[in-house]
């Protein structure tokens, strides 16, 4: 059985898979927001260490992200765009969730080019989307699966992805590190969690069977279908380190940018 449990950006499903009984049948699917970001913005009322309360079972994918703007927008490269915002000091808005992946990419990304933006928050990619095209908001950094057709179908505009290669979905599109901006920007990964303590062998149990199916040939050409990239960990512990090491890194941004939520 599958049980979306939504609210308080997604603490509310970390806390009641960190306190099920530890069987292996309660399983939760966390994002690089949920998982990395939450234990820092929501340090003060998180009721759980999701470090020490949850063990990481592996990555199921890692979607890139695209810097975009509206069609209408009048840059036509990140180049453009920029030099546009610094002339325009405070003028320029993007729009994402408040504390998103996405929102702490803009804030790092604005800090390292000199730009002084607006955040006009949103409640998710789809509002945020729909304020680009329509030109509400001039840009956002959002997630490719979803952008790759906005783009195609002339509504948005791409100027970088923050892949380490080019998309080939959108080959002209060139990388944040080609334009001399590396380390901006980060995947949408998701991954699979369990509670802390869950017998090893059952953690390692899943990891064999979850990586068998991502694997598997069909899968992963319904994954390309939609621009989702599959991503498996060598192993459990592999993927514990990748978290810890994803919390040091938005540790430093927001430490950089200062971003507290209730």
């Known amino acids: 059985m599958v049980e979306n449990r939504s609210g308080a950006a997604g603490n509310i499903a970390l806390e009641i898979v960190a306190r099920a009984p530890p069987d292996g049948y309660n399983v939760l699917v966390s994002n690089v927001s949920t998982a990395s970001i939450n234990p820092i913005v929501y340090a003060d009322t998180l009721k759980l260490d999701p470090v020490k309360d949850l063990t990481g079972v592996t990555l199921r994918a890692a979607i890139p992200d695209l810097l975009v703007p509206g069609a209408g927008f009048p840059a036509n490269s990140f180049k453009e765009l920029v030099g546009h915002a610094r002339a325009r000091s405070g003028q320029l808005n993007y729009s994402t969730p408040l504390g998103g992946c996405s929102h702490l990419d803009v804030l790092d990304l604005a800090a390292r080019t000199g730009m002084q933006l607006v955040n006009v928050p949103s409640k998710g990619a789809g509002s945020s989307a729909a304020s680009i095209i329509s030109g509400e908001i001039h840009f956002s950094i959002a997630n490719a699966a979803s952008s790759i057709p906005q783009v195609r179908a002339g509504r948005m505009k791409a100027f970088a992805t923050t892949a380490t290669k080019r998309l080939s979905e959108l080959p002209d599109v060139p990388t944040f590190a080609e334009l001399g901006f590396a380390g901006v920007g980060s995947d949408n990964w998701n991954g699979l969690f369990l509670p802390s303590k869950t017998p090893r062998s059952?953690?390692?149990?899943?990891?064999?069977?979850?990586?068998?199916?991502?694997?598997?040939?069909?899968?992963?050409?319904?994954?390309?279908?939609?621009?989702?990239?599959?991503?498996?960990?060598?192993?459990?512990?592999?993927f514990d380190a990748f978290v810890r090491s994803e919390i040091a890194r938005w540790t430093r941004i927001i430490k950089d940018n200062p971003i507290k939520l209730e």
Do not use: D, F, G
Request: net charge positive.
């Open 202 to 238: 059952i953690v390692n149990r899943l990891h064999q069977a979850t990586v068998e199916v991502l694997q598997r040939p069909a899968i992963q050409e319904a994954y390309a279908k939609v621009s989702v990239p599959v991503a498996v960990s060598r192993s459990p512990e592999a």
